[in-house]
């Protein structure tokens, strides 16, 4: 284990040459040994599990969350190699996002966002491809990614009565909801209470956003009020529980102030459990009240909408099974994971088994759903399953992860023997993600450990250090750590998908181009000026090695709206426009139109050239930018009114 973690990949690789094994890999994943220690032997195993040759591919898509960094990162596995970065919340200059007019308009007045748990779409509980859903915890927002084209398509938000959009993005079976949850409690409809009024005035909300089975735009559907808890993860049934969902809560106490011993008093937070079906038909019924425009539930008078569940001190994560079966939650505060059963849940809430309420939602009894409470070790958080009857947890306060098996357990089972193998990880390990771990059908051969500090454990960057991944093989009895890479701050969660899975685009095609400003040809290449509005709008034309038009002229304080096609149908025949001076910055894939709009405030010439690599004559694709000074005659129009002129020179010479 020590021996192979310090070591870059290229090391492993040369020893793997050495012990004599390498040659005849071909690509192939071995078996690994299982041995605990990294032997010459397994250092062997874990650069052959590990190495993807040039000019070969992973066999998993990773997408990680970015964080307060506001994006997505793309990595494949089992290289661990950083693919792309999709930007999302954040201005992100490598790709122009948030600086043509479509992005700036998505990404409002924020520009950054903070992503915590991205989920992709479902089909009969399995992924399938289409998009990936994911949450703004900061400013409250939720955001879709296309993937057939990894581009943001939509944020939806600020979500109404929601602060911190934590418990977020759990997507139900076939992807009809991305189901929210606030992590904090405040006064609904942005009104305003003091906190000595927290316990009357102050509510949660869990929230159904309906996604459109057809093209994946989000709406908001319905909200429910909770309790004045603090809301953190969730999960979406299976199987015999599909149609419910499940959150944890912290601070059922219900405090202010210092929450580290306010939000700590009781033994038992709570896990909410919703029957999302119930509240999309109680929202159909008109069983709602409005708030802000927003259609509200008040579980407390519509029975059967949510209950609460009992579950460890200061729970984090809720996780159910592949079966659909078995809901685990751990509590950080606890040494242990419990494990419910929702046949008894079922059960509990048919025999009203309740345990007094908690704002009228009914308690259900604990002791009737609890199957066994697995001693998993210190600080759990979050599990993910194989497929194979076993689950696999995060231990925050250990730094490892913990394999467990799941029921169904022989009478009289000591709870101690469930724990079959506990893999220690560097350092501080948060969540962790098996492949396809959170769907009916997970792969069950590789685990990701996204750990909360790397603790030196690359060249010294500073002070300001990346994240540590960790590679797990979990192929055999015993886990296998195999490799490690570095992320930017901050992977919370991350999906694990089969590349089969992901079917992206290679071009846009140009019999697709819904864009009205698209153009096709140079000669379709126009600038036009509204002197009246003083608003300059042209089409701009980009291929390999030039724009049309090279020049464009523009008076000073005019609005200039360009829109820039890539006539490319080739793969990464990228091109980039970005106009010096006035901080706009985009690139346009092939096939795809772009927009920018700026004011031209001050006269003068401004080159504006190609800043994505194209071709050999890349320096060369460049314009100007003229901003006549007020009062002087412009050279491009007749008389200074809004007169189309087409770019060739010829259409130039005709207009003066």
């Excluded at 025999?351 to 009228?360: C, I, P, Y």
Aim: charged fraction near 20%; proline fraction near 7%; include cysteine.
């Amino acid at each position: 284990m020590k021996g192979l973690s310090g070591m870059s990949h290229a090391r492993v690789i040369a020893l793997a040459i050495a012990a004599g094994g390498l040659a005849a890999c071909g690509g192939v994943k071995p078996q690994l040994a299982g041995q605990r220690q990294m032997a010459t032997g397994d250092v062997q195993h874990a650069a052959l599990a590990t190495y993807v040759k040039p000019g070969d591919l992973d066999k998993y898509y990773l997408f990680y969350s970015g964080g307060h960094s506001g994006q997505v990162f793309v990595a494949g596995v089992p290289s661990m190699r950083h693919i792309a970065t999709i930007p999302v919340f954040a201005p992100y200059p490598g790709t122009g996002y948030g600086f043509d007019e479509e992005s700036r308009k998505m990404l409002g007045d924020f520009t950054w966002g903070d992503v915590h748990h991205p989920a992709l779409s479902k089909t009969d509980g399995d992924y399938d491809g289409r998009w990936l859903f994911v949450n703004d915890n900061a400013n409250n927002r939720l955001a879709r990614i296309d993937l057939r084209d990894m581009k943001t398509k939509q944020i939806l938000g600020p979500i109404p009565n929601t602060m911190g959009n934590h418990g977020s993005s759990m997507v139900t079976n076939n992807t009809e909801y991305a189901l929210v949850a606030t992590r904090f409690s405040v006064p609904l409809d942005g009104q305003y209470a003091p906190l000595e009024e927290y316990k009357t005035k102050y509510h949660g909300a869990v929230t159904g956003i309906r996604v459109d089975p057809k093209d994946g735009t989000m709406s908001v559907g319905w909200q429910i009020m909770t309790p004045p808890f603090d809301w953190d993860l969730g999960a979406t049934g299976k199987g015999p529980s599909d149609g419910w969902a499940f959150w944890t809560s912290y601070n059922s106490e219900e405090a202010v102030g210092k929450l580290e011993v306010n939000a700590s008093q009781k033994d038992r937070d709570y896990i909410a459990v919703v029957n999302w079906k119930a509240a999309e038909q109680a929202a159909k019924e008109g069983k709602t009240f409005d708030v802000g425009g927003t259609k509200m539930i008040d579980p407390a008078k519509v029975p059967g909408v949510m209950y609460l569940l009992p579950c460890g001190k200061s729970p984090h994560g809720v996780d159910v099974d592949p079966s659909g079966q078995w809901v685990i939650c751990s509590g950080k505060l606890q040494p242990t994971s419990t494990v419910f059963s929702f046949e008894k849940i079922q059960q509990a809430i048919a025999k009203r088994d309740f345990k007094g309420d908690e704002a009228g939602i009914p308690v259900i009894e604990y002791d009737d759903t609890e199957i066994m409470e697995v001693p998993v070790g210190l600080g759990p958080l979050h599990t993910q399953f194989d497929g194979k009857g076993y689950a696999y947890t995060s231990l925050y306060v250990e730094s490892a992860i913990a394999k467990w098996k799941l029921p169904p357990y022989a009478k009289g089972t000591d709870p101690k023997s469930l724990v079959v193998d506990k893999i220690p990880v560097q350092f501080n390990i948060g969540h962790l993600v098996t492949a396809e771990g959170d769907t009916r059908h997970p792969r069950g051969d590789w685990l990701v450990a996204m750990n909360k500090m790397s603790r030196g454990r690359h060249l010294n960057v500073g002070p300001s250090i990346p994240e540590s991944s960790q590679l797990i093989d979990i192929t055999g009895q015993k886990m296998n750590m195999v490799y490690e890479s570095f992320t930017e701050p901050e992977p919370h969660f991350a999906q694990l998908v089969r590349a089969e899975v992901i079917k992206p685009i290679e071009f846009y095609p140009k019999a697709e181009s819904k864009d009205p400003n698209a153009i096709w040809q140079p000669s379709e290449a126009r600038v036009v000026r509204d002197a009246a509005h003083h608003t300059v709008e042209g089409k701009i034309y980009a291929i390999r090695s030039y724009y049309e038009p090279q020049r464009i002229q523009v008076q000073a304080g005019d609005t200039v709206i360009l829109h820039i096609t890539n006539a490319e149908q080739q793969r990464d025949e990228i091109h980039g426009f970005a106009v010096t001076s006035f901080d706009r910055n985009v690139v346009i894939d092939p096939g795809e139109t772009k927009t920018v709009k700026f004011v031209a405030r001050t006269s003068g010439v401004y080159p504006y050239y190609c800043t994505n690599f194209c071709s050999a004559l890349h320096q060369e694709m460049q314009g100007y930018l003229e901003v006549v000074p007020p009062g002087r005659a412009m050279a491009l129009y007749h008389n200074g009114q809004g007169v189309a002129l087409s770019a060739p020179e010829s259409a130039v010479a005709d207009a003066r």
